[in-house]
């Protein structure tokens, strides 16, 4: 039976091409839908224009809109362990970090309804006889496009906050990975999203995705995904004048110092870029270790990615699901064969598991290189699997020009005792998060996003939903005598 869609709250079968989302870990069929046509695309779009006025969402006082939105976030963790399985079938991840992505969701909820609840409209300083207001409205309907990657926590980050400033929101999930987007439209219906305000329209990125950003009603989009992509919504909206976040793309520095604890460096370096497969725009693909401790840390390293768990995304121990398709894993390869040919050395993986189950899914082994300069294409470009590099480096200076010497600038890790030195080169990485002796931890109140490449704008944090509205200032005369402008006596002065 074909999955149905969610047309500005009816559910239907789409109007576009059929599409079957595929288990990663062995080829399965985990459902099959009709896409949105531009038709569908259209229609929500419009419907959910009027939703906005009709419905009273966007006037509703925010402690009732924030009532539904926290309602959001129970059903959620009502239903987690179904939506952490049915995520684990949509993308492979393993079960562990579908759960982490499940319960991330339902805390963003939570947190941007205690956003909108107690959001305060400011009085301002005034300077004549007036009183001056900064208060916030919402922008109409706004839009979400995510990435296959983290289905659930990506559309919770943009939803949540938009849902709160009283927006409707059209949602345009990866095509890989439609079915929690989906389940959160359920879930909004089910705890009182009046009918209308939410769509979520499944489709191919340069159709569907593309009429979506360049549809005059829409104001603002809100994406994740690849530079290229980024760049190209940015255009559109440089068009319509229209704001947008853009979370993109990442080759993450890791950093290395002789002094850091090193089981500490080891386990967070592996974490960094083998959780999710490497599949995370945060991976610390890149790993620059003081020469000093290079070659010991190397092998410590290497020993402990060669015992990492690769398999069944469903059991409990698995570290390292399969990737997200065929296709996907081809361009890894791709990239693997690339960096032999740039005078990598591989010190462990670079191919395929073998075995029943692995026969069958797009796994493959973590994979560490050395040998390669900071300016091969292996260590600029974004493999986005688990291919991590690893670069020795002599003093502070140098390090810090190689580490910033990337088109991007999302994220960065240092791993050292010397709090004094931390602060230093992590002021000096431009990079829009800095992990000190952690990486790839997450909290909704402090706010993420890129620079250069990476990305603009910030999601996540107390002031994002502000993202999702528009300031306006009032001013209200207090003047007892009309404005000294016009002579409103008449003439008769007496
Ligand atoms: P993209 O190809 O950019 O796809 C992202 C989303 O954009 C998908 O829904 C895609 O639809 C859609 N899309 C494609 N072309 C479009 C267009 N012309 N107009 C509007 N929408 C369009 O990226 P991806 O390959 O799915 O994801 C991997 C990338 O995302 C990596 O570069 C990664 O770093 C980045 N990422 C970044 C972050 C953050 S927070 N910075 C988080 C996760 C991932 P389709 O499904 O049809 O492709």
């Known amino acids: ?26 080829g399965s069929v985990t459902a099959e839908l009709a896409q949105a046509s531009i038709d569908d695309v259209n229609e929500a779009i419009e419907r959910a224009d009027r939703a906005v ?9 925010p402690h009732l809109r924030a009532g539904v939105l926290y309602r959001i976030s129970q059903l959620i963790r009502d239903r987690a362990e179904a939506l952490a399985q049915l995520q684990r079938r949509d993308n492979g991840k393993p079960i562990s970090e579908t759960r982490a992505l499940v319960a991330s969701a339902a805390d963003t909820f939570q947190f941007f309804a205690a956003a909108c609840e107690t959001l305060e409209e400011t009085i301002t300083p005034s300077r004549g006889d007036y009183l001056t207001m900064s208060v916030h409205d919402p922008l109409g309907v706004v839009a979400a496009i995510t990435p296959w990657n983290s289905p659930i926590a990506s559309e919770a980050q943009k939803m949540a906050p938009a849902l709160a400033a009283g927006n409707a929101i059209i949602v345009k ?40 950003t360049k549809h005059p009603l829409i104001k603002r989009v809100a994406f994740t995904g690849g530079t290229k992509t980024g760049r190209h919504i940015a ?18 520095p890791t950093i290395v110092f002789d002094d850091a604890d090193l089981d500490h460096a080891v386990s967070g370096v592996l974490y960094g870029i083998f959780s999710s497969s490497g599949e995370s725009c945060i991976a610390g693909s890149r790993l620059f270790v003081q020469r000093r401790i290079y070659r010991a840390f190397m092998d410590r390293l290497v020993a402990a990615a060669a015992q990492l768990r690769v398999g069944d995304p469903a059991s409990e121990q698995t570290q390292m699901g399969p990737l997200v398709s065929q296709a996907h894993r081809e361009t890894v390869e791709g990239y693997v064969a690339l960096g032999l040919e740039e005078g990598g050395r591989l010190l462990t993986g670079g191919k395929r598991p073998t ?19 900071n300016d091969t294409r292996t260590c600029q470009e974004e493999i986005f699997g688990p291919v991590l590099v690893a670069l020795p480096f002599d003093d502070e200076a140098n390090l810090i020009a190689q580490a910033n010497d990337s088109v ?4 960065s890790g240092i791993w050292t005792r010397d709090y004094k030195k931390a602060w230093r080169v992590g002021r000096a990485l431009d990079t829009g998060t800095v992990w000190i002796n952690t990486y790839k931890q997450f909290s909704i109140s402090t706010p993420f996003g890129g620079t250069k490449d990476a990305g603009i704008g910030r999601e996540k944090g107390r002031l ?3 993202e999702y509205t528009r300031q306006k ?21 007496s």
């Not at 149905?4 to 062995?26: F, M």
């Not at 255009?235 to 993450?252: F, I, R, Y």
């Not at 075995?355 to 300069?373: K, N, Q």
Request: net charge negative.
């Open 1 to 26: 039976m074909l999955e149905s869609i969610n047309v500005a709250g009816e559910w239907r079968q789409g109007g576009g091409d059929h599409y079957a989302s595929i288990y990663p870990a062995d």
């Open 53 to 61: 006025h009709q419905t009273g969402w966007g006037s509703l006082k």
């Open 173 to 212: 999930p990866a095509q890989a990975t439609p079915l929690l987007a989906l389940e959160l439209a359920k879930l909004c219906e089910e705890a009182g999203v009046p009918r209308g305000i939410v769509s979520v329209l499944p489709g191919s990125g340069s159709i569907i995705g593309d009429a979506i």
């Open 235 to 252: 255009h559109v909206a440089a068009d319509k004048l229209m704001p947008v976040s853009l979370e993109l793309g990442g080759k993450s």
């Open 355 to 373: 075995g029943e189950l692995f026969d069958r899914g797009s796994f493959y082994t973590p994979t560490i290189f050395e040998g390669l300069a």
């Open 408 to 411: 991007y600038g999302l994220a």
């Open 464 to 466: 994002g939903i502000l």
């Open 473 to 493: 200032s009032m001013y209200w005369g207090m003047n007892e005598a009309p404005l000294p402008w016009a002579d409103v006596t008449g003439g008769d002065a």
